[in-house]
DNA sequence: TAGTCGTGGTC
DNA sequence: TGACCAAGACT
């Protein structure tokens, strides 16, 4: 590597020195690297995620689920109920299948990135980052922060994603063989702290006399996105029965939306549609209230009706369980039903 | 390649 | 208030 490539590297890990972040799944700048499966939890749970809303799911997880072996062993509803909240539950199943994966080939991850990328849920970014992060490997770590960072330092302005090519391109030119997890964090601190997409803190950052972007006033300008389509707006209904102290709740199909969750019984809402099969009982039925949630692609609208008379799903060959109401917090419930679902139980409450 | 897939914080 | 965004993966 010639002397100039290493200067970018070398500031950065310098700056990193002193202000990097203190995060429960990292181990500080320069000494040996966390136990890969905490690297590994951390990874999956930070995808699309911000730090702040990881960390207490990092710290219930490590604390049930010490191992990988131990997660590995878990029910699977165990683990779906343990994610509720968190979002994008397809990472909650790869999490398992994952798990499942490495504790049937002996109980260690494998330890480099080509072999890390074969595991369900890590993909380019993810395997590179644990390659690095635990094992040392020299990978190439592109995640939005870095995408940000680098698009700057060498003022890319290819649109995204078309772009990446020549992001992923120039991030290997400043890639150093030693310290690679060191570095690879070093990237993402700095992304989240100083480089940030609005209003960057040029006057802090450390790379700020090589950056392109910055030369030119136009920090702010890269990387170039795409515009967004607009959500549509959706409508649906959920439906609340209450039974002698329970409530009739379902478990959505693997795939799809909130897949593998407990839910309320809905009406077949989506983002293509809005609902409209219908209940899993006769009425009458009560509007208890509205939720409105918004989703990455579209916009939900969300009544909920409580049911004021008799008769059993089970008996109507509907699929689901009853669940205590006092145990309601422990039936994982993603956010949108459990807001449905505080409506419903306020409801029901008013009436008795 | 482009669409799908959650949630909460920020400005 | 709404649009943007976060340590992306999968199909």
Request: hydrophobic share 45%; charged share 20%; proline share 9%.
């Amino acid at each position: 590597m010639e002397a100039s490539s290493q200067i970018i590297p070398q500031a950065l890990l310098d700056w990193y020195d002193v202000h990097a972040r203190v995060l429960p799944w990292r181990s500080p700048p320069g000494t040996p690297p966390p136990d890969p499966y905490r690297v590994w939890l951390s990874e999956v749970m930070l995808q699309q995620t911000t730090v702040m809303a990881v960390k207490d799911y990092f710290a219930r997880f490590t604390a049930r689920w010490p191992s990988v072996t131990a997660l590995a062993e878990a029910a699977d509803g165990d683990v779906m109920a343990a994610w509720a909240g968190l979002g994008y539950y397809a990472r909650a199943r790869n999490l398992l299948a994952c798990a499942r994966a490495v504790a049937a080939t002996g109980g260690e991850f494998p330890q480099t990135e080509a072999a890390l990328r074969a595991l369900p849920g890590l993909g380019a970014y993810t395997a590179a980052a644990i390659a690095a992060i635990a094992f040392g490997e020299r990978a190439v770590v592109v995640d939005a922060n870095v995408e940000r960072v680098v698009a700057r330092l060498f003022a890319i302005g290819d649109p995204l994603p078309g772009g990446r090519k020549a992001i992923r391109a120039a991030a290997e030119t400043i890639t150093p063989s030693s310290r690679a997890g060191d570095f690879a964090q070093a990237m993402m601190d700095l992304g989240a702290t100083i480089c940030t997409p609005r209003n960057p803190r040029c006057l802090l950052c450390p790379l700020a006399p090589p950056c392109a972007a910055r030369a030119a006033g136009q920090a702010e300008a890269y990387p170039v996105k795409p515009a967004k389509a607009a959500k549509p707006a959706r409508q649906g209904r959920a439906f609340w029965i209450e039974r002698d102290e329970h409530v009739w709740l379902v478990t959505r199909p693997g795939k799809g939306m909130l897949g593998g969750m407990r839910a309320l019984p809905d009406d077949g809402w989506s983002a293509r549609a809005d609902g409209g099969t219908p209940p899993p009982l006769p009425g009458p039925w009560q509007r208890a209230g509205v939720v409105r949630h918004v989703f990455t692609h579209f916009s939900l609208e969300l009544s909920v009706d409580v049911h004021g008379g008799a008769g059993d799903p089970a008996q109507a060959d509907a699929a689901g369980e009853w669940w205590p109401l006092d145990r309601l917090d422990e039936a994982g419930l993603p956010t949108l039903f459990a807001k449905a679902a505080a409506l419903g139980l306020a409801a029901m409450k008013d009436v008795a």
